[in-house]
């Protein structure tokens, strides 16, 4: 079973016993240990079949035997019991942002209403009306999540979709006579979330890798099976698609089913313009004669370009770049010397050790990593005090992990409403790294989110603004800004910008990738992990650095530390100007908001 399919489990253990008023602590216990194992690099299962699921931080001896129960069985007793408690269509009102669960508990037990096609009736109708704090504007919120939802509805995140094509993959490769097996599609092209899976094999003899595909662990229903092709739909409901090429023909198929289809259709027509035709099958002359196909470079090399990378196949200038030489030599995570966001236990939401993530980062190879635990905003978060004690921690494990990777003090410091940072400038003054990220108050419209980034980015003691726009793919939308206005700010304060490598927020965006790019300004890419596992993680966001035509020069973290330190460290800069009286009064939301958003955290632990 994949880790995706036992994390889904572990979620819904968490949302069931939300609406039926299970244990708070029980409840956070289970979507912390979901969000582990989702993230886990390797499979779960097979840590619980080797009898370690018990050693996975998070993850304790009750848990484990549920992840056991799954993976033996394919069935969790805990889930059904819950599950028999609440209509079925309960569970998908929590998806909706902006549904938690008192709010859904409402107007199911008093509206009767248990599916979303009922609340939306009920939010157009007026009769949502009927429950206590829900008036017309949540109402038109609650319709426009419903449309977000519909809107991404059988897409899944690249990572779980990854995981189901990496298990197939490696069924598929044992199957005797496969020379090669891909994923290709928008896996390969690495977008954030995936519609299906393409799956392509070279063999000659079709048969059995059919068979092995369509008899796969998790299959859930086998839609289409021919000679050399298949479709299923997984367990987990994406559908995936087979098919099976000659050996010779593998690289043309490859490109081709890579895609996009608006990269494919602009290098076909640069193959026709040269007396070329281009297909899944190969490169022919106008006389049919073969030209070659096996690999991929044949493709490009048939119509006189260079190798294109499959994350830059969108359609969006790659022809041109790559005919007039401009191509990007594109960063690998092998670039990335460090991290510069990871969480320690010293963030409520957190689970690893200092040396834990030491010995984590120095197994993966890196050389640095930024301890950059939540400020006081978060609940239980690090006020001025705790977080001097804790910089002391910092620098003692460091001199401790003589053989590396260097231990940096800094902190994740809240921008509030304002604009103004939860912890004074004195505190943060002497730190290695502060990344400021906005966590709570995601509706504000443009302009003021804008004033707010620009604000904060102006404090003269910010290093990295954190996952620019506090999206959560496929839960919650990104804030409105004015991204060209943050990164002239950005460029001018001397501040990168963060890619988030976590795989639900991938934030910055490929596409703000390559306005940073334009802009001057660099990035970091980052973990934010906040358990030691999730360090590895950091190849997410390369990709979607990828995506944004970054090189190694764009990204900081790909610089030796000291060069490092010479290009975080702040000249004097003047005062930051005092807060008009609009600012002043938004301040005063201060009291409130770690209030506002403990229901965030409970809701989603890595926010």
């Not at 690998?332 to 409520?348: F, Q, T």
């Not at 609009?582 to 209030?595: F, L, M, S, V």
Request: proline share 5%.
């Amino acid at each position: 079973m994949e880790n995706a399919e036992i994390a889904r489990v572990l979620s819904e253990i968490a949302d069931l016993l939300e609406l039926t008023g299970g244990n708070t602590f029980k409840v956070r216990a289970y979507r912390r240990a979901a969000q582990v194992v989702d993230l886990h690099p390797t499979s779960v299962a097979q840590a619980w079949r080797e009898g370690r699921a018990a050693e996975l931080t998070g993850i304790g001896d009750r848990i484990a035997e549920k992840i056991g129960e799954l993976v033996e069985v394919g069935e969790c007793r805990e889930h059904a019991r819950l599950a028999a408690l609440v209509p079925p269509g309960v569970v998908d009102l929590l998806r909706l942002e902006g549904m938690g669960p008192k709010t859904v508990e409402a107007v199911w037990k008093g509206l009767g209403i248990t599916d979303v096609a009922a609340l939306e009736e009920a939010c157009r109708s007026g009769r949502i009306l009927e429950v206590p704090r829900l008036g017309p504007t949540r109402a038109a919120a609650i319709v426009a999540a419903i449309a977000r939802l519909r809107a991404r509805a059988g897409r899944m995140l690249l990572h779980r979709a990854l995981g189901h094509a990496d298990e197939i993959l490696a069924r598929l490769r044992a199957v005797p006579g496969v020379r090669q097996a891909e994923a290709a599609g928008s896996v390969r092209r690495r977008k954030e979330t995936v519609g299906d899976l393409d799956l392509l094999v070279a063999t000659t003899d079709a048969a059995p890798v059919v068979r092995a595909f369509c008899g796969s662990a998790g299959v859930g229903q086998v839609l289409s099976e021919g000679s050399t092709k298949a479709s299923v739909r997984l367990k987990a409901g994406l559908q995936a698609d087979l098919r099976v090429v000659a050996p010779e023909s593998f690289g043309a198929a490859l490109h081709y089913f890579t895609g996009s289809k608006s990269h494919n259709i602009a290098l076909r027509t640069r193959a026709m313009k040269l007396g070329l035709k281009v297909s899944e099958y190969g490169v022919f002359d106008r006389e049919g004669r073969r030209l070659g196909g096996r690999d991929e470079a044949d493709v490009f090399r048939a119509v006189g370009l260079p190798f294109i990378p499959p994350e830059l196949r969108e359609g969006t200038g790659e022809i041109e770049a790559a005919e007039a030489g401009r191509l990007p030599r594109l960063v690998e995570e092998a670039d990335l010397l460090g991290d510069l966001h990871v969480h320690s236990r010293a963030s409520n939401d957190a689970r690893s050790e200092l040396e834990d993530l030491a010995r984590a980062a120095r197994a993966l190879g890196r050389r640095y990593l930024a301890i950059t635990d939540h400020s006081r905003a978060r609940p239980l978060g690090l006020d001025a005090a705790r977080l001097a004690e804790h910089v002391a921690a910092i620098r003692a494990a460091d001199r401790r992990e003589a053989g590396g990777p260097r231990l940096l003090a800094g902190v994740e410091v809240d921008i509030l409403p304002s604009g103004e940072l939860d912890l004074p400038p004195d505190a943060l003054a002497g730190l290695d790294c502060v990344v400021a990220s906005v966590h709570a108050h995601f509706d504000d419209p443009a302009g003021r989110n804008t004033q707010r980034l620009e604000r904060a980015l102006r404090s003269g003691v910010v290093h990295v603004l954190g996952h620019p726009s506090a999206r959560e793919i496929g839960s919650r939308e990104p804030c409105a800004l004015d991204l060209e206005g943050v990164l002239e700010v950005a460029r001018e304060q001397g501040v990168a910008l963060e890619v988030n490598a976590m795989p639900e927020r991938l934030d910055l965006t490929d596409v703000g990738c390559r306005a940073a790019r334009a802009a001057g300004v660099p990035v970091v890419i980052s973990s934010d992990a906040h358990e030691a596992s999730h360090l590895a993680n950091l190849r997410y966001g390369v990709w979607v650095a990828r995506r944004g035509w970054l090189e190694a020069k764009d990204v900081l973290n790909t610089l030796p530390l000291a060069e490092l330190r010479r290009r975080l460290a702040r000249s004097p800069r003047a005062a930051p100007r005092p807060p008009r009286p609009k600012q002043r009064a938004a301040r005063a939301e201060e009291e409130t908001h770690a209030e506002a958003h403990r229901g965030d955290v409970a809701r989603h632990p890595s926010a």
